[in-house]
């Protein structure tokens, strides 16, 4: 063995055989850093799991613990509403009624639909009890919904007209419908002092269909309906998610087809810079933005200037929609709802990171150590050394 390394050392320092090695050690450098680096882009903590379904799932929310789940699932013409057992198994839940929406907390699910039907259930349940409430009109149809048992508020429509209401206990408020008819109401999401309205302008570009972003804050009136305030209306694609939050400088975060906003607590807007094209959008635990958009998935902190770019593992679907927070985790859904990404944001500091991260140090040491060895062959063959 000792005559053999002796040997290699000797083929190694041959001034005939010397550039060959050099060579032949840059190849090896190259293609070693060029799959070092290509693995260390794959997203680590994500695992991808079929969910038995067959249908696009247009909305979701989770219990605490990440087990369980209610769904709003697409059928044909119709929608429907599906429940997530603790083993993983969906199944479907006749509620009796055409549902048109869901909402609630993590403790409570509230699902609405046509004719003024509201169900409610603890989170976990396998049933859902219908809600009488005290309309002031003819039950109308529920457009979008968010609450628990005790008060919440809702946007309906009647006939073309839709409006914004509150509810407490069993008593729904009077409609307050925005002065300008072609501001269009679409979803509403309880926040911190209040509620937050996304729409669309129809009188943007009709030919286009849903366009322009509108942002409204809505406020309770003990007396009468709610009081609408526009806060924001632009040119881009309509907003489609208002994700609440807490411990933050922002009490929502507000994301739409060409900008993601931070909203405060006084209802100033702030547009988070690199947030382009978003189709999708979920909040960790950390604060944590995760995003599909154009360029595929990404992630980025609140104040960085540029999102971060995830290659996802092989196997994972690339049409990543109705993204959530699940428990600790994020999850994604492909369009047809047929599999589930979940990812874990904790992974990212977890010891397949730390190894990542010990990968690219020795790839520079290689790196310095092969300049090293290429800088004293060249001194020595200069005789400086």
Known sequence: MANLVERLFTFVDSPRERPWVAMGALG????????????????PGVSVSDTGMSNPIVDIIWDEDGDQALALVQNGPNMELMVRANDGVWSALDCGCNVTAIGGTESQWIAGGEDGWIGIMGAGSNNIVTRSLSWPDSPPDIISLDGDIDNGWLIVESGSVRTVHTWSGLNV??????????????????????????????????????????????????SGPPQLVLLHRGAGAPFHTIVPMTDSSFIAIVGGGDAIYGVTMERNIHRIAG??????????????????GENGLSNM???????????????????????ANSGENIVMFSEDGSTRVTIDPSAQHSLLRSLSLLGDLLLVLTFVAFVGFGGHALLRKHDVL
């Open 173 to 222: 408020s009077d409609g307050a419908s925005y002065p300008i008819p072609e501001i269009v109401l679409d979803e509403v999401e309880a926040v911190a002092g209040g509620a937050l309205i996304i729409g669309h302008d129809a009188s943007s570009n009709p030919a286009l269909g849903l366009s322009s972003e509108v942002l409204l804050d809505a406020g309770r009136n003990s």
């Open 28 to 43: 090896i450098f190259i293609l070693l850093g060029a799959a070092w680096v290509n693995q260390a882009q794959v997203l």
């Open 301 to 323: 902190e609140i104040g960085d200037s540029e999102p971060t770019q995830i290659t996802c593992p092989d196997g994972a679907p690339l049409d990543l929609s109705v993204a």
């Open 275 to 292: 947030s382009i094209g978003v189709s999708t959008i979920a909040i960790d635990d950390s604060g944590m933005l995760w995003f599909k």
